[in-house]
């Protein structure tokens, strides 16, 4: 599947929000619009972006500094799914930007970036509904976070709601496929 064929006004949704912020970065690469529905993360990423160091270390050296905040953020954590999705997210700017200070752009241009395809997780479509939706990285369902019956219970709910928002078309797609 490629930018160029996904309609505008189609919804591209997935369980995790790092596959999705990859995707999105991709399609504005290519000279599509779209937006992020409902992505409260975002302040909060840039946020702990801009808190990782000066801005002009390197790629390696943020992935570094991502790697001792998360880290972190697992001792302190009661569940380690939040905090292992939010790493990462940050990892995916990391990844595009050359220094830190390229991620925080990459990062801050995402969260303010509008346009006719809209992405958004499986927790957020809940209600929605759009003609053609691209259910990306169905295998991350279910979360390899879920262990106890409710989560896994929880998580064929996310799949359910996933599958069921196309009006007319439902694609099941992988990232490692998008070009």
């Given amino acids: 599947w490629s930018a160029d064929e996904i309609p505008d006004n ?9 596959p999705l912020f990859t995707c999105a970065l991709q399609l504005l690469r290519g000279g599509r619009g779209c937006q992020l529905v409902g992505s409260d993360l975002g302040p909060g990423l840039v946020k702990v972006l801009k808190k990782l160091g000066a801005e002009n270390i390197n790629r390696e050296q943020v992935h570094e500094a991502i790697n001792r905040w998360e880290a972190e953020r697992l001792r302190k954590a ?8 939010r790493a990462d997210c940050l990892r995916v700017f990391a990844s595009f930007g ?7 752009a990459y990062a801050e241009r995402l969260f303010s970036s509008s346009g006719p395809i809209k992405l958004l997780s499986g927790h957020k479509a809940k209600g929605l509904e759009f003609d053609t939706v691209y259910f990306l990285d169905p295998w991350r369902i279910p979360s390899r976070y879920a262990v106890t019956h409710e989560q896994k219970e929880q998580e064929k709910n996310v799949e359910y709601v996933i599958t069921t928002r196309a009006k007319d078309k ?8 998008f070009s």
């Fill in 10 to 18: 189609a919804a591209i949704i997935c369980r995790n929000n790092a």
């Fill in 78 to 85: 009661r569940s380690e799914g939040p905090t292992r999705d």
């Fill in 98 to 104: 050359n220094t830190l200070g390229g991620a925080i």
């Fill in 170 to 177: 439902l694609f099941l797609v992988n990232l490692e496929d």
